[in-house]
């Protein structure tokens, strides 16, 4: 059998902060044919980069902690979080891990080690994340940073590589790309 969908008809139904596109599909299906037209909307949110920073010698995770509007109608709409953000046209995803750490932490990073790349919510966002580690000197990051021209008030986080591990497997952490960087970094269990 041969996977098979044709868009039937696109148009932007919304077009802001983000863009929402409404398609009409159909497809074939596993068990043979092929489905009737149906309407789905897909949120284009463009692609991001997320960094999981680590210093091996204080044995010290840094980290990121912000007002998320998704998390709106929860008890604590802070969030801590991976340092992260959008590709822009004609960026590399590492450019903007670099731009990203520098912005949200206040400082540089050396080298990036490629982790994963996935789609964030692929039921109704065509958003991707490029995931990367880094070692860093925690020593070098701390205070509040962000861009005032992008509302960003984003405070750095810095905790110890057991208490990260606790909060992952505690279910204490409500970001997807730090989640996956977490368990990632247990499996791994990162020694450099």
């Known amino acids: 059998m041969t996977n098979e969908f044709k868009i039937v008809s696109k148009e932007i139904v919304y077009d802001g ?58 008890d604590n709409p802070w969030v801590i979080e991976l340092a992260a953000g959008m590709v822009e046209h004609g960026e590399s995803s590492e450019e903007v891990a670099r731009r990203e750490v520098e912005e949200e932490c206040g400082a540089k990073i050396g080298d990036l080690q490629f982790v994963a790349d996935f789609y964030s919510s692929v039921g109704g966002s065509s958003e991707t994340t490029a995931l990367y580690y880094s070692v860093v000197d925690a020593n070098k990051f701390d205070g509040v940073h962000g861009l005032g021209s ?18 992952v497997t505690s279910n204490a952490f409500r970001s ?6 977490g368990y990632w970094f247990i499996a791994t269990q990162v020694k450099v």
Request: aromatic share 8%; charged share 30%.
């Open 17 to 74: 902060f983000f863009k929402m596109l409404k398609y009409r599909v159909k497809h074939s299906l596993f068990g043979g044919g092929v489905c009737k037209p149906y309407t789905r909307e897909l949120l284009e949110r463009g692609h991001a980069v997320a960094v999981l920073l680590h210093d091996p010698d204080r044995d010290e995770i840094v980290l990121v902690e912000q007002f998320r509007i998704g998390a709106i109608e929860s």
């Open 176 to 181: 997807a790309s730090l989640v996956t960087a």
């Open 150 to 167: 992008e509302n960003e008030d984003i405070r750095v986080v810095k905790m110890s590589s057991d208490e990260f591990v606790e909060k």
